[in-house]
């Protein structure tokens, strides 16, 4: 990510198409572990169905906290390899998406 304030139209589109794969990936991401997570629970043998959701409540906690977490992660050790700070506003925007993503 790159926050610039004033950005050239080619630096404009590559951060919207960067946007756009992040949030596809981790879409994409969270539609397999489901599909997953729902095989893991039907092959398990769940009898009530209150177990099952509070196994995907959990489950879907630490997939959203997995999603917020480790991007942040990888991005402090980039920008301090590079001697660069990741700033508020990005990590705002960042947690913005994937919580709305993971709603």
Known sequence: ????????????????????VVAASAAIGNRLLVHVLRRAAAASGFLQRVNEDSAFVVCAYCA??????????????????DRVTVNGPLVVSWLFQVSWMCV
């Open 64 to 81: 959203c906290v997995l999603n917020s977490v480790v991007p942040l992660a990888i991005a402090a050790l980039v920008a301090a390899a």
């Open 1 to 20: 990510f790159a926050n610039l304030q004033r950005p050239s139209v080619e630096q404009f589109w590559l951060a919207q198409a960067e946007r756009g």
